[in-house]
């Protein structure tokens, strides 16, 4: 019930913030800043595509929880494996801009990865992991965009990834006990 809370609360803050609108909005703005025949404007839409694709998800933002706050970078490693993948792609049809993303990537990641140890550490094992559970099921709507089988605006379900600990929270204030033990 938690992690569907989550999710539910989550994509109701991100459809009110129109999330989704907003990072398909920057996108489009910045690929009709850099975009200019010839190879400049390939360089910015190889920037601007690889930089989103590698950065907004839920894999980065798991990945950089569980780095900060566990020390353990494995979601990274599977996502740089990922990002290497599709990078060689990318680069194939758009050139060098993609190669060019990697100072987004190292200062979102990096910055995030910074904030978790900063403020998930004090987390309890049961909010950290349902907060990877959340975006599990993010990272599964990902998927299912991205294979075409369903348009679901990702960027909405985003904030449901940080609501699990204030829930767990509200939840143990009512009934102590009942999620943590000896709450």
Not at 21 to 50: K, N
Request: proline content about 5%; glycine content about 12%.
């Amino acid at each position: 019930m938690v992690v569907i809370g989550s999710l539910i609360i989550g994509a109701l803050i991100g459809t009110a913030l129109r999330l989704h609108e907003r990072v398909e909005a920057l996108g489009a703005a910045i690929h009709r800043r850099f975009a200019r025949e010839g190879d400049a404007g390939r360089f910015a839409e190889g920037f601007l595509s690889a930089s989103v694709i590698f950065c907004v998800g839920p894999l980065t933002l798991l990945g950089c929880l569980q780095n900060g706050a566990e020390h353990n970078p494995s979601y990274l490693y599977i996502k740089a494996c990922l990002d290497g993948f599709c990078s060689i792609a990318l680069a194939a049809s758009l050139g060098w801009g993609v190669f060019a993303s990697v100072l987004t990537v190292l200062g979102l990641q990096g910055g995030l990865s910074f904030l978790a140890a900063q403020f998930a550490q004090p987390l309890d094992d049961v909010s950290r992991s349902l907060m990877n559970v959340v975006g599990g099921l993010v990272l599964l709507a990902t998927a299912l965009m991205i294979l075409d089988i369903k348009r679901i605006p990702v960027a909405n379900l985003c904030p449901g990834i940080f609501i699990p600990p204030l829930v767990v929270w509200l939840i143990e204030l009512i009934q102590p006990g009942l999620l943590l033990p000896g709450g």
